[in-house]
């Protein structure tokens, strides 16, 4: 085969290739691959997956899935909450469902949690209840005065990074980086895009790419042998 021809066909096969994407948890779980749990922001919840904000515009949800996996070998979990979750009892159920990944064979350093704003708040409770698992957490412009950051009982282990614009009310979140014991590793990126807490409305490439780059590099190959994979 000509050499130009299998070097452009591997290059349609890297820029092609994307993960799945889950609206729910998945009823088969494969052990040798890479999950994100991606939680949306507050103005998500109810029966509207592309609901718009009077100031910062279209919450563009499904394009963030999409975004998310593209190009990638992630697999995307990323349910549609109903209106008025409770913050508690939802952090239960993601932290479950990355309790469930790793008792399937998951690698942790495999699993990501990712949130903007609302759903940082429940990315950042699931992920202090699995400090000792040493998963991959993401919060995309979660932590403002008196959120998250300021909770006692947020700890995180494993990975942790926070990405934040510059012109938003939501910053740096090295206070949660500074109390966990636990911790792996911290980076904190900034973007200024201008938007203010609509960057993370879109899939803009200032935070997916860094994010995606990110979880990739924490991220283990798994080599499962034929006999396991057919059990």
């Given at each position: 085969?000509?050499k130009?021809?299998?070097?452009?066909?591997?290059?349609?096969?890297?820029?092609?290739?994307?993960?799945?994407?889950?609206?729910?948890?998945?009823?088969?779980?494969?052990?040798?691959?890479?999950?994100?749990?991606?939680?949306?922001?507050?103005i998500?919840?109810?029966?509207?997956?592309?609901?718009?904000?009077?100031?910062?515009g279209?919450?563009?949800?499904?394009?963030?899935?999409?975004?998310?996996?593209?190009?990638?070998?992630?697999n995307?979990?990323?349910?549609?909450?109903?209106?008025?979750?409770?913050?508690?009892?939802y952090?239960?159920?993601?932290?479950?469902?990355?309790?469930a990944?790793?008792?399937?064979?998951?690698?942790?350093?495999?699993?990501?949690?990712?949130?903007?704003?609302?759903?940082?708040?429940?990315?950042?409770?699931a992920?202090?209840?699995?400090?000792?698992?040493?998963i991959?957490?993401?919060?995309l412009?979660?932590?403002?005065?008196g959120?998250?950051?300021?909770?006692?009982?947020?700890?995180?282990?494993?990975?942790?990074?926070?990405?934040?614009?510059?012109?938003?009310?939501?910053?740096?979140?090295?206070?949660?980086?500074?109390?966990?014991?636990?911790?792996?590793?911290?980076?904190?990126?900034?973007?200024?895009?201008?938007?203010?807490?609509?960057?993370?409305?879109k899939?803009?490439?200032?935070?997916?790419?860094?994010v995606?780059?990110?979880?990739?590099?924490?991220a283990?190959?798994?080599?499962?042998?034929?006999?396991?994979?057919?059990?």
């Amino acid at each position: 085969m000509n050499k130009y021809l299998v070097a452009f066909l591997l290059f349609l096969t890297k820029h092609s290739m994307a993960g799945e994407v889950f609206i729910d948890f998945p009823s088969e779980i494969r052990a040798d691959e890479k999950y994100i749990i991606y939680s949306h922001g507050l103005i998500v919840e109810g029966s509207n997956n592309k609901p718009v904000h009077t100031r910062f515009g279209v919450y563009e949800f499904n394009l963030i899935k999409n975004a998310l996996v593209a190009g990638s070998d992630f697999n995307l979990i990323a349910e549609h909450r109903p209106k008025n979750t409770e913050i508690v009892i939802y952090a239960r159920k993601l932290a479950s469902w990355v309790k469930a990944l790793v008792s399937a064979g998951v690698e942790p350093a495999n699993i990501t949690l990712v949130g903007f704003s609302r759903g940082g708040e429940l990315t950042a409770y699931a992920s202090s209840e699995l400090n000792r698992l040493n998963i991959n957490t993401v919060l995309l412009a979660t932590c403002w005065p008196g959120s998250v950051q300021s909770k006692p009982e947020v700890t995180f282990g494993g990975n942790f990074l926070s990405v934040y614009e510059t012109t938003d009310e939501a910053l740096s979140c090295k206070d949660i980086a500074n109390k966990s014991k636990d911790l792996i590793s911290f980076k904190e990126i900034s973007i200024s895009t201008g938007k203010e807490h609509g960057a993370f409305f879109k899939p803009l490439e200032e935070w997916v790419t860094p994010v995606k780059q990110w979880i990739n590099s924490k991220a283990v190959s798994i080599l499962i042998n034929d006999e396991d994979k057919h059990r």
